[in-house]
């Protein structure tokens, strides 16, 4: 089993930033994926970036690429989330997701182990 507590959400004028913490404990190992998922109110659970642990392959969705950057900590447990520039449609509840193995996954489905969510709020 893989607990995952985020934390970094918050409010923010668009154009700042904001770094988003996933730090993970239990049966934590080096094959796992980290991701991050986000979930504006009315509207789908939709991914955002990857990295694996391992490999340290990482992917993004087109809407946040040149913007968001993911990384990880293996001492520490805990995957990143820089958020850089950022816009009022980046306002949602962020998740951080987890899952063994190293084949690129996108779909909510994909994840069995999730965080409780942060809010991130992005003012025009």
């Known amino acids: 089993q893989v607990q995952l507590v985020e934390s970094g959400g918050g409010l923010v004028q668009a154009g700042g930033s904001l770094r988003l913490s996933c730090a993970a404990s239990?049966?934590?190992?080096?094959?796992?994926?980290g991701s991050w998922f986000r979930q504006a109110p009315g509207k789908e659970r939709e991914f955002v970036a990857t990295?694996?642990?391992?490999?340290?392959?990482?992917d993004y969705a087109d809407s946040v690429k040149g913007r968001f950057t993911v990384s990880g900590d293996n001492a520490k447990n805990t995957v990143y989330l820089q958020m850089n520039s950022l816009k009022p449609e980046d306002t949602a509840v962020y998740y951080c997701a987890s899952r063994v193995g190293a084949r690129l996954a996108t779909k909510v489905y994909e994840y069995p182990y999730w965080g409780q969510g942060t809010q991130v709020t992005v003012s025009s």
């Open positions: 990295i694996n642990w391992s490999t340290g392959y990482i």
């Open positions: 239990g049966r934590v190992f080096s094959g796992y994926t």
